[in-house]
């Protein structure tokens, strides 16, 4: 359920109509590979016990699941997203552990299906980075809209300057090697700006109190240097652009540079990246 008259969001909706197969499929890696950066929600929130949370972009179900925690029985989450198979496995999740105040909403995040006023808290991982700040700010107007009084958003993404180590795995090997010359917005759809900057979209469209700061954290992903490198390509279909006029031979050896980066981060288990994250928090 998304609107079409934006093409920009209309995009970002198919692409991840695409990707939801996979994502769902690997859902324990994928939640795995995110952690950290839900533990950055679970943790900036004040008491929150017996309260209403929203999750929007909320994916396959994390961080919602894990903000359960905060609630406790008598609390409520809601995880919006729109595509409707992500809603569907956040559903399952929940009935397979038995939670029972957990629900999931398709809708828009520009246009969110709630009334004013309906939670007392907000969240968004990764769900904001892919937007024009334009776009970023129409979701946090609808944010504030449906916050109550007092209610506080927490905002985790990527963010300008907040790749850490991600960077010489594999963006700086493709611009070696190809004539793309920022390989980083070919490769991605993400429209990132610093920490400080979004401090001041949501300040701009009123909320208070604002904390922002980047958190250390770990990209840890269950896996060979060798399934890391193809988890990441089948993330960013735009790597298919990138390869497709590489010769055979110049792929195998971006390919094997890229494994031989990993397997520095790799311990037999796991491959554990540093990087970064943007981390903002404002109250209504």
Known sequence: MVSTEIPAVQR???RWVELAPALCEN??????WTKESTDLIVSTFSD????????????????TLSLTTLVGEKGEIVGLDFVSQF??????????RNIKNLSGKLGNSLD??????????????????????????????EAYRVLKKGG??????????????????????????????NVDKASTDFNLITAFDFARLLESVGFSDIQ????????????????????????????????????????????????????KYYDSYFVSIPAKNIVVKGVK
């Open 87 to 96: 809603i569907e496995e956040l559903e399952k999740r929940a009935s397979n």
């Open 48 to 63: 929150l016990e017996a309260k209403k949370i929203l999750d929007i972009g909320c994916g396959a179900g994390d961080p």
């Open 212 to 263: 922002w700061d980047y958190a250390k954290i770990h990209w840890r992903w269950q896996g060979t240097p060798v399934t890391f490198w193809n988890f990441i390509r089948s993330m960013s279909p735009q790597m298919d652009a990138i390869f497709a006029n590489i010769p055979e031979q110049i792929a195998n050896q971006i390919h094997e540079e890229i494994h031989r980066n990993v397997a």
């Open 152 to 181: 506080e958003i927490v905002v985790v993404d990527w963010g300008e300057e907040a790749h850490g180590e991600i960077k010489n795995v594999y963006l700086d090997v493709l611009t070696k090697y190809t004539e793309t010359t």
């Open 12 to 14: 970002l909706y198919d």
């Open 112 to 141: 969110l299906p709630f009334k004013n006023e309906s939670f007392d808290a907000a969240c968004c991982r990764f769900g904001m980075q892919y937007l024009a700040n334009d776009l970023k700010i129409r979701q946090l107007q």
């Open 27 to 32: 859902i324990d890696l994928v939640d795995a």
